[in-house]
């Protein structure tokens, strides 16, 4: 049985299908403090948050049975990736599930501060009609700026066109195509600050975001400028803003996010009467907070139960058409890491990694990660996954070389792992054989047809007659029963490779006895497991 551990308010209707699970026990406790969740996480599989949980290296380490933390939300900035990615743990987000939402917060917010809505409600209410304070501006013709041209931003930007504001966005992942399509001018962060009216921003805090508008940047702006955050906290300088609004450069500012949350109660925002907030509500609707924690309950879902999934976070994304191409080697790729680390004696220097045929022509980044993880596992046992087996591999100083090439030497894909130690070179190739599933078909400089599952035996011996009888009788002697048998050789009478498929674990004083066998070099088992 998985258990799931929800320490954040997640819609229930969202997580219905993680509940219904019949090999998934949900528990939902939310509100912890870090040390809390360090005494309880070591019994979960897989930890659902949204931003409240801070996911500390602290608690993963604590998580010795964690393979999955869940974000149904986008920003991951409150769990640490880097701990994770080490620790192999798979962080997936629920990135389209709360976009519309966040985009309808953010306009509602640049609605309010062009017409003082919050500001008016508080006096009315008061019982105070004042008509003359609040004298607003319209939308309608006023440049906006959108610094980040991702989900949100983008939709934001259509939904100002409606309105008749004039766009320009910046985003460095921005075509001019895009920007066409989207009907808006794409220009630099400085025509942004220089020329807007509103300034909306949706990006991540990143080390290059962070004060991304800052006191340089309110120096050059229109006087009167409108700005709103429905981001991330410290995308804008909050000191700075305070001091743009106070000496008139900035007219209104619309907050939903904090440099840290919730702010103190004498954050200089909370008694500023141009400042608007709202504590963090940007994903706050019945339908965003279904839709994310529905896309993240499937991902786990797949990922306890080992089926492929989407949206990791600590891994590279793959489009889909180049996935369709790829995963169906994945499982052969990892045989391939699995079987030559087992052939090969010493300390790991280099992985060489060479694809032909057609997946030469594709991204095969994350194939390389299962083979890497082949190879690993067999000393790092389940330390290892594809999320952390590039780190491992790093982190050991073992150089990874993917090379690629067109010919594969008649066979629609090949894929060959070479495994370079300080004492050996070995080498593996595979396939799929359509129909016939998985095949090894060259081990070394002998080429063979073998699938790689249960025990293998692998026999180096030399091309003589009666080389397979005596190998044949002195397995059946141990009663260990051969399912299929292949030879190969290069040339007739020098060194050959037999490579038998036996039902059982061939035991170590069963090797023993090949070796010593006349006219056979070597005797070696590979398992897999
Ligand atoms: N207030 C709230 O409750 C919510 C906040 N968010 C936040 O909104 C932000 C945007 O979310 P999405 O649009 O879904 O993400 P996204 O990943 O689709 O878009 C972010 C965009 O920012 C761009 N970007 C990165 N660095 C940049 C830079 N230096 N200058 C300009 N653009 C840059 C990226 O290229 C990307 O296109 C994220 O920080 C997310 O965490 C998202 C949902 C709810
Ligand atoms: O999805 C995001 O990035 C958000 O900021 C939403 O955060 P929340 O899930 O509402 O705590």
Redesign the pocket.
């Given at each position: 049985m998985f258990k799931v551990l929800v320490s954040?308010p997640i819609s229930d209707f969202g997580i219905q299908q993680l509940m219904d699970a019949p090999d998934i026990q949900v528990d939902k406790n939310t509100g912890l403090s870090e040390d809390e969740l360090v005494a309880i996480i070591g019994q979960y599989d897989a930890l659902l948050v949204?931003?409240?949980t801070k996911v500390t290296p602290r608690i993963m380490e604590a998580g010795t049975k964690l393979r999955v933390i869940g974000?149904?939300?986008?920003?991951v900035d409150n769990i640490d990736l880097q701990a994770a990615t080490q620790r192999g743990i798979i962080v997936i987000n629920a990135p389209d599930g709360?976009t519309i939402t966040?985009c309808e917060h953010a306009f509602a917010m640049m609605m309010a501060i062009a017409r003082h809505i919050p500001q008016a409600y508080e006096k009315t209410i008061k019982g105070i009609w004042d008509r003359k304070s609040f004298l607003g501006v319209e939308l309608r013709n006023k440049t906006l700026g959108v610094l980040g041209m991702g989900r949100i931003g983008s939709e934001v930007a259509k939904r100002a066109k409606a309105f008749g504001m004039n766009i320009i966005g910046y985003d460095p992942f921005m075509t001019d195509e895009r920007a066409d399509k989207l009907g808006i001018k794409l220009g630099s962060v400085d025509d942004i600050i220089r020329q807007a009216d509103f300034i909306t921003v949706h990006t991540p805090l990143t080390p290059e975001t962070k004060h991304m508008i800052a006191r340089p940047q309110f120096e050059v702006m229109k006087p009167g400028m409108r700005i709103i955050n429905c981001a991330?906290g410290g995308v804008i300088d909050e000191l700075a803003l305070v001091e743009a609004i106070d000496r008139g450069i900035v007219a209104g500012a619309a907050f939903d996010?904090f440099e840290v949350e919730p702010p103190a109660p004498d954050h200089p925002f909370l008694s500023n009467p141009n400042i608007i907030v709202t504590p963090?509500?940007?994903?706050?609707t019945v339908e965003a907070q279904e839709n994310?924690a529905i896309d993240v309950s499937e991902q786990v879902i797949c990922i306890l139960r080992d089926q492929p999934f989407k949206n990791a976070v600590n891994m590279p994304p793959v489009p889909a058409d180049v996935l369709n191409k790829i995963q169906p080697y994945f499982e052969l790729g990892e045989k391939l890491g699995i079987f030559v680390s087992q052939l090969s004696k010493g300390p790991v220097v280099e992985i060489i990694v060479n694809y032909s045929g057609e997946l030469a022509e594709v991204d095969t980044q994350p194939l390389t990660r299962y083979i890497v993880k082949g190879v690993l596992q067999q000393h790092l046992g389940s330390n290892v996954n594809v999320v952390n087996s590039m780190h491992l591999a790093k982190v050991r100083d073992i150089n990874i070389l993917v090379q690629k090439s067109n010919v594969a030497k008649g066979f629609t894909n090949l894929i060959t792992v070479t495994l370079r130690t300080n004492e050996d070179e070995r080498l593996v190739a595979g396939t799929l054989l359509n129909g016939y599933g998985e095949r090894i078909v060259q081990i070394d400089k002998y080429p063979v047809d073998v699938a790689p599952e249960g025990h293998l035996l692998l026999v180096k011996h030399n091309d003589k007659p009666g080389m397979i009888g005596s190998v044949g009788t002195l397995l059946g002697n141990n009663d260990i029963n051969i399912a299929t048998m292949q030879v190969g050789r290069k040339i007739v009478g020098g060194s050959a490779i037999m490579v038998l498929s036996v039902d059982r674990a061939v035991p170590k004083e069963v090797i023993e006895q090949l070796k010593t066998t006349p006219q056979i070099n070597k005797a070696k088992e590979i398992v897999f497991q």
């Open positions: 954040d949204r931003s409240q974000r149904a939300g986008v920003g709360n966040t991330r996010v963090h509500l940007g994903a706050s994310v």
